[in-house]
């Protein structure tokens, strides 16, 4: 098996395991095909949802593909401009932006900030009057809709923490309008993630604009509308397949033909999810109760998707012999949770075979903790013939010298 040119087992031997494996064709060719989708809308500005995979290879490589950057922390709003995003392409997003924050964005500046509350415009207009600045700012609207996904990745019904209600935009936008350190002239609205209707969007961005014309025929003037991300990928072969990117851009296209502004779309998962993958190796097969346990090197820790959404990865041996098994795959993380997959057939492995997660590329490395004690893990870009690390593997003395002991126990 191999990532564009460069086999697996070279990675392995080279880089160790476990490693996230990254593909740049991927992530390119995912790239080209969103903005040819979207160009009929008039080039909107595609900021990539940072959180989704924060390496700063992937946020260069897509700066250099003139993109920007959706984040939701003054440290991903950093790393956006570390890697050569432009201020003028990055939204701020987020229910929780404090006032430091506030304040460091705008001096570095950016597109706009994505309000979620009156509360949080009150201290964006204090921020930016203490700084003789008007921010520039949209509304995020939560529209109440099921976005059918995860209940924890769904972020668009009424009891979800996001946004302010249909209900109240209205009135809070002309509240807001008010405010001399605001510069109001949007609406935003992101539903959830890996979202496999293209319906439910539809729904949701037919309220926006509904809602747009509202706002219009009360004299705010509406110069953007920001989409959100959310669009789903492929994971498990047996489900219905995901919209294409051509599928989105059509939609939005058919939704948004009358609205008169600037669009701007957030994807995360669409563009790196499938660009990725966790390479890792199988430390020992233990017999089991029902089915043998396949013993991973890569645990929960390194990918907590399946623990935390119940989610469903391919898993691939590198070298396939052809025969298969059925095996419940976990990791060496000492909770029950540390599961990747429960009865899989899969292709037959031993001890010291080299397996692939699939589909890791999103919401994977950047979730990774060192929990049981387990340095964070080597990541590598490949392209074409091409490969590099691009986050070295951390040590375990790491956590021997840092932080030094309290005074009383040295
Ligand atoms: C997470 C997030 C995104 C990206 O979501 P994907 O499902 O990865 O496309 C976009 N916008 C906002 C506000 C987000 O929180």
Same mark, same amino acid.
């Given at each position: ?6 086999? $697996?087992?070279? &990675? ?17 060719? !995912? ?29 260069? =490589? ?13 440290? @991903? ?68 809709? @099921? ?22 935009? $209205? ?26 209707? $293209? ?21 705010? @003037? ?55 993958? $966790? ?43 052809? !025969? !298969? ?13 540390? =599961? ?16 692939? &997660? ?7 490395? =950047? ?21 590099? &690390? ?5 040590? &375990? ?14």
């Amino acid at each position: 098996m191999h990532c564009e040119r460069v086999p $697996l087992p070279l &990675i392995a031997e080279q880089v160790g395991t476990p490693a996230y494996v990254y593909s740049t064709a991927s992530m390119r060719n !995912q790239v080209l095909a969103l903005r040819e989708a979207l160009a009929p809308t008039g080039e909107p500005l595609i900021a990539y949802a940072v959180k989704a995979n924060p390496n700063a290879a992937i946020l260069t =490589t897509f700066a250099a593909e003139g993109l920007g950057a959706d984040v939701v922390s003054i440290g @991903e709003y950093v790393r956006a401009r570390a890697a050569g995003i432009a201020p003028e392409k990055i939204v701020f997003s987020g229910v929780g932006k404090t006032a430091d924050e506030m304040a460091a964005a705008l001096d570095g500046g950016l597109y706009q900030f994505n309000i979620e509350s009156a509360e949080e415009a009150e201290m964006l207009s204090q921020v930016a009057q203490a700084a003789d600045k008007r921010a520039p700012a949209a509304i995020r609207i939560n529209p109440d809709v @099921e976005a059918g996904s995860h209940p924890k990745i769904s972020t668009g019904a009424a009891r979800n923490k996001f946004g302010i209600s249909m209900a109240e935009a $209205l009135d809070i936008f002309g509240r807001l309008d008010a405010f001399p350190g605001l510069d109001l002239r949007g609406v935003a609205v992101h539903i959830g993630s890996q979202l496999t209707n $293209l319906s439910v969007l539809e729904t949701a961005f037919t309220k926006i604009g509904d809602l747009v014309s509202g706002l219009r025929d009360r004299g705010h @003037e509406i110069a953007t509308v920001d989409l959100g991300g959310g669009l789903g990928i492929n994971y498990d072969p047996r489900d219905a397949l995901a919209p294409s990117p051509a599928d989105y851009g059509a939609m939005i296209r058919r939704v948004s033909a009358c609205w008169g502004v600037r669009l701007i779309v957030e994807p995360g998962r669409l563009l790196v999810g499938s660009a990725g993958v $966790l390479l890792t190796r199988v430390i020992r097969v233990k017999a089991g109760a029902v089915h043998p346990f396949v013993v991973l090197d890569a645990g929960m820790n390194d990918l907590m998707r399946p623990a935390l959404y119940d989610a469903w990865h391919a898993i691939n041996a590198v070298n396939p012999t052809g !025969q !298969q098994m059925t095996a419940d795959i976990v990791g060496p993380v000492c909770e029950t949770g540390d =599961t990747f997959a429960l009865g899989r057939i899969i292709d037959q492995v031993d001890a010291g075979s080299l397996v692939v &997660i699939g589909q890791a590329g999103a919401y994977a490395a =950047t979730m990774a903790s060192s929990y049981n004690s387990r340095p964070l893990i080597s990541e590598v870009m490949i392209n074409g013939e091409d490969w590099a &690390i691009v986050r070295e593997r951390e040590t &375990i003395q790491s956590y021997l010298v840092t932080p030094p002991l309290p005074p009383w126990l040295r």
